[in-house]
Structures are given as C-alpha cells and as structure tokens.
C-alpha cells in the first residue's frame, strides 16, 4: 500500500477519540432468541428496538441515550412515563416483539447492536446503526469485503474499469459490497453475481423497497443468496439522507472502499469520508484522483492510494488484508 504510515494511525486516532465516548456493548451481546419457558425475546434486544421505532428519535440520538443510560431497557423507560392505565414501557416492548415477527414472516431479520449476528465490523465505528435490517446469510468472510462505488452515469471506460476490478476480485473469492444505485454500482454487484461471487448489497432504503425499480431483480437475488442490508425501516423509502447514512454503513462493514469514477459534489464522496473517519482504506483511479479536489486532498493525506490496473488493484487489497491482519489497532475485527 502507498499509505503513510502517520496518514494511517492519524486516523486510527481519530476514531479512537470518538470511540472513548460512546456506549460499548458487551463482548457476549444477547441474541434474538425466545426464551424457551416465557417465550418473549430478552428486554434488551427489544427495547433497543424500539427505541428504533421511538417517534422523532435518530441514530445519533440512540446512540447518545446509550452513552448517558447504557442500557435500551433504561433509555427507553426514560422516554415513557406512567400511563394511568398500563405500563407504556411495556406495551413499546411488546409492540415492538410483534413488528419483529412480522418481519420474519417476510424474511426479513432484525439484529441490533446486541444481537448475535450484528455485524461485528460496525462495532468498531462510532456511528454504528443500533439496528439493521438484513435478508440472506451471513458469512465468516464478510469482514474482508471490498465495496465498489462511484457514479451513476459512468463513463464506458469507467463501466469497463469496475468490471475488470470487479472480475478479479471475484475470482479471488474477495466479497463484493454496493449499494444497489444505478452505474458503477449495478455493473459491480452483477459482475460479481456473474462469477459466483460473495454479493452483498446496502440499500438505502426499507428491505420491502426497492431502488432504483430496475434493479429489483438484482436485489432479489442478492437477498436470496448472498446478504442485503438496511438500516431502515423495512417499508422506508428513499430520502436525501437516506443514502449518504447507507455509505456510513457500507463503509463500516467494507474492509476498504474503491472508488472508480465520481464527480467534485458527488455522494460518493459521503462514503469516502466515513471511510477515512473509520480507518478504512481508500483505494480511487487515477480519474477521480486528477478530477476532484477532495480526491486528491485524500491521497495527499496519506488516507488513499491510486489504481492503475484491475491486478494492481488486487495486489493492494491483499496488502490491506495483510495489514489489517497484523495490526492490532486495525478496526476490523478479524
């Protein structure tokens, strides 16, 4: 890798920083799983859920009520005073175990930041989501996955740049992570499909949504076979913030991010920055390097290095992978 060494721990530090004031779950989070004698699933999964559910409450807010409370349970038993008839508390939780079934009766699994197969990568990030939606598996690989983005209207040498990077990581066997838009997105989730590779896909949109439409077949399968994830309410529909907040979780849950073809103001530069925030690696092309300024700022910090071929590509990703491996204030948990 071309980073340097004080790009690479500057950042480390910074996440470090945000990490020393927020909520750590414990190393043993409970999972969703009911109890086999009272058949309702643990408080704190639940409450954590619902507080999810909690009209006007954001990530950031969650996140926040963790830190002052540490547990959903008392968060969410601040946020609900008595009733004069019933325990509100109470009905949020149970209100909040039955959308749970419901879900599952679409497919759809919740895990929150305690469940057992909350991805244990986003842990590590200081604006983890407190829920996530996901359809499919989860793999023991997942923490080495690369995400693959850029524009949405991609040059034909960019189109063919994502294919060539998308192919060989494929043929390494190295999951492939998008977020399902239009462009370099749609031609490296495909390319991947096409060679039988790990798909995962981030959408920034309810899991029961699909965007863009033309992509549902797409989405479909990865749900089916691979894994597909949201941060969302399943019936949640895109919005303006939406998608930058997916690249936040596409981020955390990548290894490292490759960026093929963006323009000065485009969205992908949302992911690069939470990338930088979380100490993950950036990789751009040459193009995104000469044609924006914030791509250059990247490379010049020491927090990127440049592209020049779909073999140089692989040979820096499995640099990273070896970093990641020997460093033990790396973020991924290996």
């Not at 309702?40 to 830190?67: C, M, Q, W």
């Not at 149970?94 to 959308?99: F, L, T």
Request: charged share 15%; hydrophobic share 35%; proline share 6%.
């Amino acid at each position: 890798m071309n980073h340097s060494t004080r790009g690479y721990h500057q950042v480390m530090t910074t996440e470090a920083a945000h990490n020393t004031e927020r909520f750590t779950p414990s190393q043993s989070p409970v999972p969703f799983v009911r109890d086999e004698y009272t058949g309702l699933i643990p408080d704190e999964n639940v409450a954590l859920f619902a507080l999810s559910e909690y009209h006007g409450l954001t990530p950031g807010k969650i996140r926040d009520l963790l830190i002052e409370h540490e547990l959903p349970s008392v968060a969410l038993r601040s946020l609900t005073p008595p009733a004069l008839f019933g325990d509100t508390h109470e009905q949020e939780l149970k209100q909040a175990a039955y959308y749970v079934d419901n879900l599952l009766g679409y497919g759809i699994h919740v895990d929150t930041l305690f469940g057992d197969q909350y991805p244990p990568q986003l842990r590590g990030i200081h604006d983890y989501p407190p829920v996530i939606y996901w359809q499919g598996h989860h793999q023991q690989g997942d923490h080495q996955s690369v995400a693959i983005i850029g524009t949405r209207t991609p040059s034909p040498t960019a189109q063919g740049v994502a294919r060539d990077i998308a192919t060989i990581l494929a043929q390494n066997k190295i999951p492939i992570v998008s977020g399902l838009a239009r462009g370099i997105d749609t031609i490296a989730q495909q390319t991947s499909l096409d060679h039988g590779n790990r798909t995962i896909g981030v959408i920034g949109t309810g899991l029961r949504k699909c965007y863009p439409p033309e992509n549902a077949d797409l989405q479909q399968i990865i749900a089916h076979d691979h894994l597909l994830m949201s941060q969302f309410r399943a019936s949640a529909p895109p919005t303006k913030t939406s998608f930058p907040m997916r690249n936040v979780v596409m981020s955390g849950f990548s290894a490292l991010s490759i960026i093929i073809e963006a323009g000065e103001h485009s969205g992908t530069r949302a992911q690069a920055r939470a990338a930088s925030n979380h100490g993950r690696y950036i990789l751009i092309t040459r193009t995104v390097h000469d044609t924006t300024t914030w791509g250059r700022a990247l490379v010049a910090r020491g927090l990127a290095s440049i592209i020049t071929s779909a073999q140089d590509t692989l040979r820096q990703v499995q640099d990273a992978f070896t970093m990641y491996t020997d460093d033990s204030s790396a973020l991924i948990t290996i």
